[in-house]
């Protein structure tokens, strides 16, 4: 029966950090996959996260099942992040997920459930499992203009126009903060005027925010969800901890939904159900991790003063490779690079200078030209920028 199986297609990303494995090169860099890295090139466990661990081993007297939205306290805590209380608990119906990945999915999910009529827009360019996911859901996709690639901004008005086709109860996907792949956010007065907006034509915002912490700050990167959060009765929302607690492989994510009081029991009821038919139990080790930390006030000093260096990294290794640029290049036009924020940015490149970049210099970004800046190192700066600057520089 196998044999009728249609071909897999690659993960483009996915395939990106396997191609990088199978690479000999000792001089080689790792652009593609969203993970942090440090100075040395590692992808750390951070010290809150060894210590509740550890404290984990020492006081955890059983394994047995929690609950099929997984651990109330996680999930207090997590709302609690995200949300920062601009809405009173009774109006937030809530599940653990299997990461990030697992939190998008459920929320696609429990929309096809509440309205299969449904069309999600979906940001171009947006990250390509967005739109696996509302595949595999079976929702009906279409897209909004995002980017200004020639300013290296939010196309705002491109945005506004394209999701004034929206029917009512459409769904609006929104990046809460470090936009991927493009690395550029809404202002706050984008964020009002998206808002207005969603409550104007009567869509339903489901904003995935997986890299809190990475952009301008916690509370900060939260900005544009709180407000919407604050403004309309219903707002969907995948989080994840992979990133911001360094937890990726602990598939650590949560499914948030603010909703009128009384809509809360069916909602939560229905993630059960979902949870039920898919994974049971969402996983709860690195959920444990993460409440442990967020409720204990010293671990949540020192998580939070990590995760501020690594954000603060990350964006001086932006101005470094910006600079170097101008220095290889002689212009400007990489500025952009310094001015975005979180993980990623694009470069305008064909997949033949992807393929150049790879093989001649070893430097690995995803197709459509996504590049993790948290996988440079001050070390690797100066080699990155020459490469890109050699290749870009053919593009005639
Ligand atoms: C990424 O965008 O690189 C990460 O979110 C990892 C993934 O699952 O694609």
Known sequence: ???????????????????????????????????????????????????????????????GYVALTGDAAYNEAMADLLLGGVVPA?????????GGTGAVRMAMELIRAANPAAQVW????????????????????????YYDAAEGVLDRQGMLDDLAQAKPGDVVLLHGCCHNPTGADPREADWAEIAALIEAKGLIPFVDI???????????????????????????????????????????????????????????????TINRASVSFPPDHGARVVSTILTDPALRLDWQEELEAMRQRVQGLRGALAQALRAETGSDRFGFLAAQRGMFSVLDVSPE???RLRDEAGVYIVPGGRMNMAGLTEDSVPAVASALAGVLADRG
């Open 1 to 63: 029966m196998f044999h009728t199986l249609p071909a897999p297609k690659p993960d483009a990303i996915l395939a990106v950090m396997q191609l990088f494995r199978e690479d000999p090169r000792d001089r080689k860099v790792d652009l593609g996959v969203g993970v942090y890295k440090d100075a040395q090139g590692r992808t750390p466990v951070m010290r809150a996260v060894k210590a509740a661990e550890a404290r984990l081993v020492e006081t955890q007297d059983t394994k």
């Open 353 to 355: 200078q992807i393929a």
């Open 90 to 98: 009774s109006r937030i119906a809530a599940s653990a997920a299997t």
């Open 210 to 272: 997986a890299y809190q912490g990475f952009g301008e700050g916690l509370d900060a990167d939260a900005a544009g969800l709180r407000h919407l959060v604050a403004r309309l009765p219903r707002v969907i929302i995948a989080a994840s901890a992979a990133k911001n607690f360094g937890l990726y492989r602990e598939r650590a994510g949560i499914c948030l939904v603010t909703c009128p009081e009384e809509e809360r029991a069916l909602v939560t009821g229905t993630l059960a």
């Open 122 to 145: 979906i940001s171009t360019p947006t990250w390509p499992n967005h739109n696996v996911l509302a595949n595999a859901v079976g929702l009906t996709q279409q897209s909004y203009r």
